[in-house]
């Protein structure tokens, strides 16, 4: 920004010139002096435009029952997805910061590990020179005796390079709740926040991976609403707790992403986010899930909720990361070796921190 007094003694040293190249000069130059010396001032005092200096691609992956390859749907079931297609399709998408759905843990692993995970990230060194961290988010407590699939699948957690992030703090558990709402578990898999920052004096951003109540209803198949009515209901306890969030970390800029598995427009949970200040990238609810053949479409699920007034996401756009060309067989194999969600992302500008 040039300064206003700078900008006076440029206008001065114009005049100074003229006096001497004459009088009539001297005197068409007073006459104008006063409104380009306004113009002068009001260049000097505008506000400077806020310069982003960094694009950071966020991304959310439901990598199908990793860990559990016994509980894939067809034809993904029994196949082992391989460390290396799951590392180069990361890769492929370009992302840095990754919130992760579905992953399994290991058996007395403390804190939290994923050997499927690991071997993926150690992929991606050895074949991208990419460095990465994680951390995974425990789920509701169960009872003694439940299956150990129920207990150590489907894992909610937030990667990062690490060249590229640093995380703040400690990963902070948002108190919606576990209570049983239409008899069944409430936020199962949690809503755990981690702070990620991108450098000394940038932008510092707040990631909530989630992944709510699917469509499945083995409660009350009288309900077709009953679904719906629980992640409602899940969504109303966290926005009712985004005051005890935003304490937490001191920071306004949130990115709310995941599986949301909501079923938009019937869904009344998009709009409740948005009336708590969330913009949803997927609003047009573009398909995120791997369907192929006649009957069958792609579900809108796979979602990114930004903080609307925040100028690091006014441009966010969120891209879902389909197969090539989209063929059945194309579609077929990804869900069989991947998973039965796409991948998706969005470039969120990293400048110098603002809250």
């Not at 304490?247 to 949301?260: R, W």
Request: with cysteine; aromatic share 10%; hydrophobic share 35%.
């Amino acid at each position: 920004m040039v300064s206003s007094s700078a900008c006076l003694i440029l206008w001065q040293s114009c005049l100074f010139r003229f006096e001497f190249e004459g009088n009539w000069k001297q005197r068409l130059v007073k006459n104008i002096s006063a409104c380009v010396l306004t113009a002068f001032m009001a260049l000097a005092t505008m506000p400077a435009k806020e310069a982003f200096s960094q694009q950071i691609v966020v991304g959310a992956w439901n990598i199908e029952w990793l860990g559990f390859a016994d509980k894939r749907g067809k034809p993904g079931k029994d196949v082992v997805q391989s460390p290396k297609d799951l590392s180069d399709y990361i890769a492929q998408c370009k992302v840095d910061v990754l919130a992760l759905e579905e992953i399994g843990v290991d058996e007395n692993s403390e804190p939290f590990r994923s050997k499927p995970l690991d071997q993926v990230f150690a992929q991606l060194k050895e074949n991208h020179n990419q460095t990465w961290q994680y951390v995974l988010f425990p789920k509701a407590n169960y009872a003694e005796g439940t299956e150990d699939f129920i207990v150590r699948g489907q894992h909610t957690g937030l990667a990062w390079c690490t060249s590229k992030a640093t995380m703040v703090g400690e990963p902070f558990r948002v108190p919606v709740g576990e209570n049983e709402t239409y008899g069944i578990k409430f936020w199962e898999r949690g809503a755990n926040a981690v702070k990620l920052s991108f450098g000394s004096g940038k932008s510092d951003v707040v990631f909530v991976p989630i992944h709510l109540k699917s469509n499945r209803n083995d409660v009350d198949k009288s309900d077709k609403k009953f679904t719906e009515k629980q992640r409602l209901a899940e969504v109303e306890a966290f926005v009712a707790n985004l005051p005890s969030l935003k304490e937490q970390f001191k920071d306004d800029d949130i990115v709310i992403l995941g599986d949301s598995n909501f079923l938009a427009p019937e869904d009344g949970s998009p709009k409740v986010l948005a009336e708590a200040g969330f913009t949803d990238l997927n609003s047009q609810d573009v398909g995120t899930t791997a369907a192929w053949g006649q009957g069958y479409s792609s579900a809108p699920f796979d979602r990114i909720f930004v903080a609307s007034q925040q100028p690091e996401f006014a441009k966010s756009s969120q891209t879902v990361h389909k197969t090539k060309n989209g063929t059945d067989n194309e579609i077929r194999d990804y869900k069989k070796r991947f998973s039965d969600h796409y991948l998706i992302s969005c470039v969120i500008e990293i400048g110098n921190d603002d809250d």
